[in-house]
Protein backbone atom coordinates (compact mmCIF):
# COMPACT_ATOMS: atom_id res chain seq x y z
CA UNK A 1 0.00 0.00 0.00
CA UNK A 2 1.15 3.23 -0.85
CA UNK A 3 0.40 5.72 1.48
CA UNK A 4 0.28 9.58 0.66
CA UNK A 5 0.25 12.77 3.17
CA UNK A 6 -3.11 14.48 3.51
CA UNK A 7 -2.39 18.43 2.57
CA UNK A 8 -2.52 21.37 5.11
CA UNK A 9 -5.26 22.82 2.73
CA UNK A 10 -7.53 19.57 2.91
CA UNK A 11 -7.02 19.46 6.74
CA UNK A 12 -8.36 23.40 6.48
CA UNK A 13 -10.87 22.23 4.55
CA UNK A 14 -12.03 19.70 6.42
CA UNK A 15 -12.25 22.79 9.57
CA UNK A 16 -14.02 24.54 7.64
CA UNK A 17 -17.01 21.92 6.88
CA UNK A 18 -17.04 21.05 10.13
CA UNK A 19 -17.02 24.27 11.72
CA UNK A 20 -20.29 25.44 9.14
CA UNK A 21 -21.95 21.83 9.94
CA UNK A 22 -21.87 22.34 13.78
CA UNK A 23 -21.32 26.28 13.78
CA UNK A 24 -24.07 27.75 11.62
CA UNK A 25 -27.28 25.47 13.17
CA UNK A 26 -26.06 26.67 16.78
CA UNK A 27 -25.25 30.51 15.73
CA UNK A 28 -28.79 30.38 13.90
CA UNK A 29 -30.58 28.87 16.65
CA UNK A 30 -29.49 31.87 19.01
CA UNK A 31 -29.61 34.62 16.36
CA UNK A 32 -33.20 33.73 15.62
CA UNK A 33 -33.87 33.42 19.06
CA UNK A 34 -32.89 37.00 20.28
CA UNK A 35 -33.75 38.82 16.94
CA UNK A 36 -37.63 36.73 16.87
CA UNK A 37 -37.54 35.77 20.29
CA UNK A 38 -38.82 31.89 18.31
CA UNK A 39 -39.05 29.37 20.46
CA UNK A 40 -36.23 27.46 21.42
CA UNK A 41 -38.23 24.34 21.23
CA UNK A 42 -39.55 24.02 18.09
CA UNK A 43 -35.80 23.85 16.84
CA UNK A 44 -35.55 20.67 18.84
CA UNK A 45 -38.32 19.93 17.09
CA UNK A 46 -37.34 20.27 13.82
CA UNK A 47 -34.32 18.16 14.41
CA UNK A 48 -36.42 15.47 15.88
CA UNK A 49 -38.98 15.39 12.62
CA UNK A 50 -35.73 15.33 10.84
CA UNK A 51 -34.69 12.19 12.00
CA UNK A 52 -38.01 10.33 11.82
CA UNK A 53 -38.72 10.93 8.67
CA UNK A 54 -35.91 11.38 6.91
CA UNK A 55 -33.12 9.15 8.61
CA UNK A 56 -35.59 6.33 9.51
CA UNK A 57 -38.81 6.38 7.71
CA UNK A 58 -37.55 6.94 4.29
CA UNK A 59 -34.77 4.58 5.04
CA UNK A 60 -37.34 1.90 5.42
CA UNK A 61 -38.52 2.54 1.99
CA UNK A 62 -34.66 2.53 0.51
CA UNK A 63 -34.47 -0.48 1.93
CA UNK A 64 -37.62 -1.67 0.11
CA UNK A 65 -37.44 -0.42 -3.29
CA UNK A 66 -33.82 -1.38 -3.71
CA UNK A 67 -34.83 -4.88 -2.34
CA UNK A 68 -37.54 -5.33 -5.23
CA UNK A 69 -35.96 -2.99 -8.15
CA UNK A 70 -32.58 -2.50 -6.88
CA UNK A 71 -31.15 -3.92 -10.19
CA UNK A 72 -33.32 -1.53 -11.94
CA UNK A 73 -33.15 2.02 -10.79
CA UNK A 74 -29.08 2.20 -10.74
CA UNK A 75 -29.07 1.37 -14.17
CA UNK A 76 -31.16 4.20 -15.35
CA UNK A 77 -30.13 7.74 -14.39
CA UNK A 78 -33.81 9.36 -14.95
CA UNK A 79 -35.71 6.97 -12.90
CA UNK A 80 -32.50 6.76 -9.79
CA UNK A 81 -32.92 10.48 -10.62
CA UNK A 82 -36.69 10.78 -9.88
CA UNK A 83 -36.78 8.19 -7.29
CA UNK A 84 -34.50 9.87 -4.77
CA UNK A 85 -36.04 13.48 -5.67
CA UNK A 86 -39.54 12.22 -4.81
CA UNK A 87 -38.62 10.13 -1.77
CA UNK A 88 -36.76 12.98 -0.70
CA UNK A 89 -39.33 15.85 -1.31
CA UNK A 90 -42.30 13.61 0.14
CA UNK A 91 -40.65 12.34 3.59
CA UNK A 92 -39.15 15.70 4.25
CA UNK A 93 -42.17 17.63 3.09
CA UNK A 94 -44.97 16.19 4.74
CA UNK A 95 -42.88 15.37 7.58
CA UNK A 96 -42.80 19.42 8.24
CA UNK A 97 -46.37 19.14 7.73
CA UNK A 98 -47.04 17.13 10.05
CA UNK A 99 -44.61 18.78 12.30
CA UNK A 100 -46.44 22.23 11.71
CA UNK A 101 -49.97 21.00 12.08
CA UNK A 102 -50.04 19.57 15.20
CA UNK A 103 -46.49 19.08 17.23
CA UNK A 104 -46.63 23.54 16.50
CA UNK A 105 -50.57 24.02 16.55
CA UNK A 106 -50.51 26.81 19.22
CA UNK A 107 -46.76 28.55 18.80
CA UNK A 108 -46.96 28.63 14.79
CA UNK A 109 -45.96 32.03 13.37
CA UNK A 110 -43.23 33.17 10.86
CA UNK A 111 -40.97 33.16 13.32
CA UNK A 112 -41.06 29.96 14.49
CA UNK A 113 -40.84 28.38 10.87
CA UNK A 114 -37.80 29.67 10.97
CA UNK A 115 -36.70 28.26 13.84
CA UNK A 116 -38.07 24.77 12.59
CA UNK A 117 -35.97 25.06 9.61
CA UNK A 118 -32.90 25.80 11.20
CA UNK A 119 -33.35 23.14 13.15
CA UNK A 120 -34.32 20.84 10.06
CA UNK A 121 -31.31 21.45 8.15
CA UNK A 122 -29.07 22.08 11.36
CA UNK A 123 -29.27 18.55 12.72
CA UNK A 124 -29.09 17.23 8.74
CA UNK A 125 -25.76 18.95 8.88
CA UNK A 126 -24.30 17.49 12.08
CA UNK A 127 -25.29 14.04 11.30
CA UNK A 128 -24.76 13.75 7.61
CA UNK A 129 -21.81 15.93 7.26
CA UNK A 130 -20.47 17.33 10.32
CA UNK A 131 -19.72 13.62 12.24
CA UNK A 132 -18.79 12.20 8.61
CA UNK A 133 -15.78 15.05 8.78
CA UNK A 134 -15.06 14.80 12.44
CA UNK A 135 -13.82 10.82 11.09
CA UNK A 136 -11.96 12.74 8.26
CA UNK A 137 -10.10 15.04 10.56
CA UNK A 138 -8.86 12.44 12.96
CA UNK A 139 -8.03 9.77 9.82
CA UNK A 140 -5.86 12.59 8.30
CA UNK A 141 -4.12 13.49 11.45
CA UNK A 142 -3.30 9.78 11.54
CA UNK A 143 -2.22 9.42 8.41
CA UNK A 144 0.12 12.35 8.30
CA UNK A 145 1.93 10.97 11.97
CA UNK A 146 1.97 7.42 10.52
CA UNK A 147 -0.19 6.28 13.56
CA UNK A 148 -2.89 4.56 10.91
CA UNK A 149 -0.67 2.85 9.64
CA UNK A 150 0.50 1.44 12.60
CA UNK A 151 -2.74 0.64 13.38
CA UNK A 152 -3.88 -1.09 10.58
CA UNK A 153 -0.94 -3.42 10.69
CA UNK A 154 -2.72 -5.05 13.25
CA UNK A 155 -5.70 -5.99 11.27
CA UNK A 156 -6.23 -8.84 9.25
CA UNK A 157 -5.41 -8.17 5.69
CA UNK A 158 -8.86 -8.21 4.20
CA UNK A 159 -9.77 -5.19 6.84
CA UNK A 160 -6.62 -3.28 5.56
CA UNK A 161 -7.70 -3.73 2.42
CA UNK A 162 -10.56 -2.35 3.10
CA UNK A 163 -10.17 0.77 5.13
CA UNK A 164 -7.25 1.52 2.92
CA UNK A 165 -9.89 2.19 -0.03
CA UNK A 166 -11.87 4.64 2.50
CA UNK A 167 -9.18 6.59 3.68
CA UNK A 168 -7.08 6.77 0.48
CA UNK A 169 -9.43 9.77 -1.34
CA UNK A 170 -8.36 12.37 1.76
CA UNK A 171 -4.92 12.35 0.21
CA UNK A 172 -6.21 12.10 -3.35
CA UNK A 173 -9.25 14.72 -3.54
CA UNK A 174 -8.12 18.18 -4.47
CA UNK A 175 -8.03 20.40 -1.39
CA UNK A 176 -10.96 22.64 -2.43
CA UNK A 177 -13.89 19.47 -2.59
CA UNK A 178 -13.29 19.50 1.50
CA UNK A 179 -14.44 23.51 1.53
CA UNK A 180 -17.27 22.61 -0.95
CA UNK A 181 -18.92 20.34 1.46
CA UNK A 182 -19.20 23.22 4.35
CA UNK A 183 -20.22 25.21 1.27
CA UNK A 184 -23.41 22.85 -0.26
CA UNK A 185 -24.51 22.64 3.83
CA UNK A 186 -24.56 25.98 4.29
CA UNK A 187 -27.05 26.14 0.86
CA UNK A 188 -28.67 23.01 2.07
CA UNK A 189 -29.72 24.92 5.29
CA UNK A 190 -30.77 28.07 3.83
CA UNK A 191 -32.74 26.01 1.31
CA UNK A 192 -34.33 24.08 4.74
CA UNK A 193 -35.50 27.05 5.92
CA UNK A 194 -37.07 28.23 2.96
CA UNK A 195 -38.82 25.21 2.77
CA UNK A 196 -40.23 25.57 6.55
CA UNK A 197 -41.29 29.03 5.41
CA UNK A 198 -43.52 27.61 2.57
CA UNK A 199 -44.78 24.42 4.29
CA UNK A 200 -46.01 27.48 7.40
CA UNK A 201 -47.79 29.46 4.97
CA UNK A 202 -49.74 26.24 3.69
CA UNK A 203 -51.00 25.18 6.99
CA UNK A 204 -51.32 29.03 8.11
CA UNK A 205 -53.43 29.73 5.40
CA UNK A 206 -54.43 26.54 4.04
CA UNK A 207 -53.27 27.18 0.65
CA UNK A 208 -52.20 23.74 -0.50
CA UNK A 209 -50.09 25.73 -3.48
CA UNK A 210 -47.46 26.49 -0.84
CA UNK A 211 -47.36 22.92 0.21
CA UNK A 212 -47.20 22.46 -3.53
CA UNK A 213 -44.49 24.91 -3.89
CA UNK A 214 -42.37 23.21 -1.12
CA UNK A 215 -42.35 19.78 -2.98
CA UNK A 216 -41.86 20.94 -6.16
CA UNK A 217 -38.69 22.95 -5.12
CA UNK A 218 -37.25 19.65 -2.59
CA UNK A 219 -37.70 17.40 -5.72
CA UNK A 220 -36.55 20.03 -8.08
CA UNK A 221 -33.03 20.73 -6.11
CA UNK A 222 -32.69 16.71 -5.31
CA UNK A 223 -33.00 15.62 -8.73
CA UNK A 224 -30.56 18.03 -10.23
CA UNK A 225 -28.26 17.43 -7.82
CA UNK A 226 -28.45 13.36 -8.56
CA UNK A 227 -28.53 13.86 -12.11
CA UNK A 228 -25.84 16.44 -12.40
CA UNK A 229 -23.61 14.27 -9.88
CA UNK A 230 -24.46 10.90 -12.29
CA UNK A 231 -23.47 12.53 -15.22
CA UNK A 232 -19.97 13.21 -13.84
CA UNK A 233 -19.87 16.83 -13.57
CA UNK A 234 -17.28 18.42 -11.27
CA UNK A 235 -18.30 19.12 -7.57
CA UNK A 236 -18.01 22.96 -8.19
CA UNK A 237 -20.67 23.01 -10.96
CA UNK A 238 -23.17 20.90 -8.73
CA UNK A 239 -22.62 23.46 -6.12
CA UNK A 240 -22.38 26.43 -8.18
CA UNK A 241 -26.42 24.82 -10.02
CA UNK A 242 -27.44 24.59 -6.62
CA UNK A 243 -26.10 28.17 -5.26
CA UNK A 244 -28.26 29.62 -8.23
CA UNK A 245 -31.70 28.00 -7.10
CA UNK A 246 -30.54 28.83 -3.75
CA UNK A 247 -30.23 32.42 -4.15
CA UNK A 248 -33.65 32.69 -6.16
CA UNK A 249 -35.82 30.54 -3.89
CA UNK A 250 -34.57 32.82 -0.73
CA UNK A 251 -35.17 36.15 -2.92
CA UNK A 252 -38.49 34.95 -2.79
CA UNK A 253 -38.99 33.34 0.54
CA UNK A 254 -37.86 36.54 1.96
CA UNK A 255 -40.54 38.44 0.43
CA UNK A 256 -42.84 36.10 1.28
CA UNK A 257 -42.01 36.41 5.08
CA UNK A 258 -41.90 40.03 5.23
CA UNK A 259 -45.15 40.07 3.68
CA UNK A 260 -46.87 38.06 6.82
CA UNK A 261 -48.50 39.90 9.09
CA UNK A 262 -49.26 36.92 11.28
CA UNK A 263 -46.46 37.40 13.83
Not at 100 to 121: I, Q
Not at 175 to 198: D, K, P, T
Amino acid sequence: MEWGRVSTASIVGMIFTLLVSFGIPIFLMILVRIKTRARISVFFIGCGFFIVFALILEQILHAIVFAVAGHILPSSIILYGLYGGLAAALFEETGRFIAMKFCMKKCLDKNNALMYGVGHGGVEAILLVGLTYVNNLIYSMMINSGGLQQTMSLLEPSMQETLYMQVQVLWQLPAYQFYLGGVERLLAIVLQICLSVFVYKAVKTGRKKFFAGAFLIHFMVDFLTIETVRLGLPTWAVELEVLVITVVIAIFTVKLYKADKES
